[in-house]
């Protein structure tokens, strides 16, 4: 007997050791999922800090290259690729080429063939226009039968008029 409650007691402190075990490893990966969970959060909170300065500097690299361009001598090309808001300059030459070419062209008036006014080219819609004609409607035995035709009886009951319908205190406004 002695040995059997010694092997208990040997099994229960086993048992309890492994369970201690258990718990600390279960609180070491909470720990890590916390770790990790921190780390991604700051990760994401960088990358939006990161965008909102990029997006800062390229609306102020706008105004920086346009104050470089200024004294170069590709200002004219780089201002015309640039300038969206404005009329684009067009070298005086490259206007008065437009200009030389512009001439007014006439068609001449066109005439009517005969084709055009043939009414066999045109036969294909000739069915559109035909007037159609019904034939009179006529009176059939079944429709003169009373059998046929019953009156339904009112399933419903009349509406009635309630007191909340007239009080003055429901319906104010």
């Given at each position: 007997m002695r040995e059997i409650r010694e092997?208990?007691?040997?099994?229960?402190k086993t048992i309890d050791?492994?369970?201690?075990?258990?718990?600390?490893?279960?609180?070491?990966k909470n720990k890590m999922k916390t770790k990790n969970n921190v780390q991604k959060t700051i990760l994401r909170t960088g990358a939006v800090v990161i965008s909102f300065v990029?997006?800062?500097?390229?609306?102020?690299?706008?105004?920086?290259?346009r104050r470089v361009l200024e004294n170069s001598s590709f200002n004219a090309i780089a201002m015309v690729m640039v300038d969206t808001k404005g009329?684009?300059?067009?070298p005086t030459e490259t206007k008065s080429l437009k200009a030389m070419n512009l001439q007014e062209e006439f068609e001449p008036a066109m005439d009517m063939e005969a084709w055009m006014t043939d009414l066999t080219t045109f036969d294909v819609y000739a069915s559109l226009y035909e007037v159609e004609t019904e034939t009179a409607l006529s009176l059939e035995g079944w429709m003169l039968n009373a059998d046929f035709f019953q009156p339904i009886p009112?399933?419903?009951?009349?509406l009635q008029l309630e007191n909340w319908m007239t009080d003055n205190v429901v319906w104010e406004m």
């Open positions: 092997n208990k007691n040997r099994n229960r050791c492994k369970r201690k075990q258990l718990t600390v490893e279960t609180k070491n990029l997006i800062s500097l390229t609306v102020n690299a706008q105004e920086f290259w009329e684009t300059k067009l009112d399933a419903e009951k009349a």
